[in-house]
């Protein structure tokens, strides 16, 4: 255990500027900021001090195996916009290798919400009266729509590169870089170019964590709701809803990241389903 161990700390803020813009209308601006640092980190604790041939036999507890303590140092910064209209966020990863980032870095965030009464039927300004009121009338028209930047994902190498004689924890180490990541022409069969990489021998790897991203996602989801009194006892909800509406296809990081084995940057999924579209019909009291 670290003897100089400080405990996780968060720190918050924010400004907010309202303005009335008329008697029915308001509009306002508000920026929410937050640092989390200090965060407990973990990592192979009894390694070899240097390269052997002998696992473990250079370890400064030759009695001990290696393991994975937690050791304080991770931080995260995030800035959120009020009621995510707009978010810009940044997290690394601190005691690390230079210029990596954390699995959930996302340096921008785009997030637009708004609900539309429609100004048809009774109490309305268009088509008040009248049959065609019931029928038009009382209709509210929803959208939500994201678009958010690439997160970062790692790369590995299976087994004990590094030959220090760890068995608990899996695929520790990296693969060192020998080429160009990115491939000409990026394919689902080709995310990234596994002939980039190669399998350390006796070492950790020299490629940078978390040092590839995968595609952007891009989201909107509608939905369609009405409420019509039938008497006056009974209130008959309908509802359309239509998810991923423009049926975008996100693609996951590669499914096999593993290098050296076969498959490796492949995609083979998505983040998001294909679009979906649902119904329904509530008959209240």
Do not use: C
């Not at 813009?21 to 929410?32: D, P, Q, T």
Request: charge should be positive; charged fraction near 15%; avoid cysteine.
């Amino acid at each position: 255990m670290d003897p100089h161990h400080q405990d996780a700390r968060s720190q918050q803020w924010n400004v907010e500027i309202q303005r009335q813009m008329g008697a029915n209308l308001a509009a306002s601006v508000g920026y929410i900021g937050r640092k989390n640092d200090r965060f407990d980190l973990t990592g192979l604790f009894n390694t070899n001090l240097s390269w052997s041939s002998r696992p473990r036999g250079l370890s400064p507890i030759p009695g001990r195996r290696s393991s994975i303590p937690a050791a304080a140092g991770g931080s995260t910064q995030k800035t959120v916009p009020e009621e995510e209209l707009f978010r810009v966020s940044k997290t690394t990863t601190t005691r690390m290798v230079a210029a990596t980032f954390s699995s959930y870095d996302m340096p921008q965030f785009l997030s637009m919400s708004g609900v539309w009464e429609l100004p048809f039927g009774r109490s309305k300004q268009y088509l008040s009266l009248g049959i065609v009121s019931q029928v038009l009338g009382n209709w509210q028209l929803n959208g939500v729509v994201q678009l958010r930047s690439r997160q970062p994902y790692n790369l590995a190498v299976a087994g004990d590169a590094a030959n220090i004689g760890n068995t608990s924890f899996a695929n520790y180490a990296r693969p060192n870089i020998v080429g160009d990541p990115n491939p000409a022409h990026r394919t689902l069969n080709e995310w990234f170019n596994p002939n980039a990489f190669a399998v350390p021998s006796f070492s950790y790897g020299d490629f940078g964590r978390n040092g590839l991203r995968w595609a952007p996602v891009y989201n909107a989801d509608f939905s369609l709701f009405n409420n019509l009194p039938v008497g006056e006892r009974f209130l008959v909800s309908f509802r359309a809803e239509f998810l991923n509406a423009f049926n975008i296809q996100n693609y996951s990081p590669p499914s096999d990241t593993s290098i050296g084995v076969a498959g490796a940057g492949q995609v083979t999924s998505n983040v998001l389903p294909p679009r979906q579209i649902q119904f329904g019909l509530h008959l209240g009291l």
